[in-house]
């Protein structure tokens, strides 16, 4: 994946403590760009950052926090939320904290993320953001309620932000991967007590996806290559929703 499509591009990646922000922060350091690791959790992104080396910076930020989101998002060229969380209940079962928990992190950091970034990205004559949504925001999951309605806001987030900034030259996309081998799908899979196996078997590829295969659309949305695309939500999901 080495190349230069981001060269002297600065590029913030939350969520890039582990699985699929991990993969995007690599991807994009590999292109060249200036990357910042942000992440709830210092330990992850500063070690990764260590390993990464020059270019790279850790940055521990919650993205709940209008205040720390808008020093993190100064003069940015890509940004790329991944930061989320999930819930493993139906909506009845859901506690009002969880729901709340669930929609601070995915919809609202989402949201303060770009509303700070834009700005800095119209100041520097462009840019480009890529939204982690999920075919949980398109397609109704089992006992997803709260992951499920959090999801579908950050796609219609990015929709809108597409229109609303078109004209900036700042383009807004998102990415919706299906299930995918990851530290936090494993971490759901013990919550419910299901098997990486029986989430294998519904997939009509026969396997789940990887964070290195996200990250590749990520790359190409966030990168020149898609200019002519804003506003979309990229599915990745092995043939999930169209079975």
């Known amino acids: 994946m080495a190349g230069e499509r981001f060269t002297a591009k600065r590029a913030l990646v939350t969520g890039a403590g582990s699985g699929i922000?991990?993969?995007?922060?690599?991807?994009?350091?590999?292109?060249?760009?200036?990357?910042?690791?942000?992440?709830v959790r210092a330990e992850p992104v500063e070690a990764i950052a260590?390993?990464?080396?020059?270019?790279?910076?850790?940055?521990?930020l919650d993205v709940r926090d209008?205040?720390?989101?808008?020093?993190?998002?100064?003069?940015?060229?890509?940004?790329?939320?991944?930061a989320g969380i999930g819930s493993t209940t139906?909506?009845?079962?859901?506690a009002l904290d969880t729901w709340e928990d669930v929609f601070a992190v995915n919809?609202?950091?989402?949201?303060?993320?770009?509303?700070?970034?834009?700005?800095?990205?119209?100041?520097?004559?462009?840019?480009?953001?890529?939204?982690m949504g999920s075919v949980a925001g398109l397609v109704g999951l089992r006992n997803r309620a709260a992951y499920c309605a959090s999801k579908g806001a950050v796609v219609a987030l990015t929709r809108a932000l597409a229109i609303d900034h078109v004209a900036d030259g700042v383009r807004v996309n998102a990415?919706?991967?299906?299930?995918?081998?990851?530290?936090?799908?494993?971490?759901?899979v013990e919550d419910v007590g299901e098997?990486?196996?029986a989430l294998r078997a519904r997939q009509p590829m026969g396997r789940l996806g990887t964070p290195d295969e996200i990250a590749a659309a990520v790359l190409y949305l966030a990168s020149d290559d898609a200019a002519f695309v804003t506003g979309t939500a990229f599915v990745i999901d092995g043939?999930?929703?169209?079975?």
């Open 66 to 82: 209008e205040q720390a989101v808008r020093r993190a998002t100064a003069d940015l060229d890509v940004l790329a939320n991944v």
């Open 239 to 243: 043939g999930l929703t169209a079975a």
């Open 21 to 39: 922000g991990e993969a995007v922060a690599r991807a994009l350091h590999a292109e060249g760009a200036e990357v910042l690791l942000a992440d």
């Open 175 to 188: 990415v919706c991967p299906g299930t995918v081998d990851s530290p936090w799908v494993r971490r759901l």
């Open 50 to 60: 260590a390993e990464l080396g020059e270019r790279a910076t850790p940055v521990t």
């Open 90 to 94: 139906t909506a009845p079962e859901t």
């Open 107 to 131: 919809a609202r950091g989402t949201f303060l993320c770009c509303k700070h970034a834009i700005p800095a990205m119209v100041a520097r004559g462009g840019g480009s953001i890529v939204n």
């Open 195 to 197: 098997s990486l196996d």
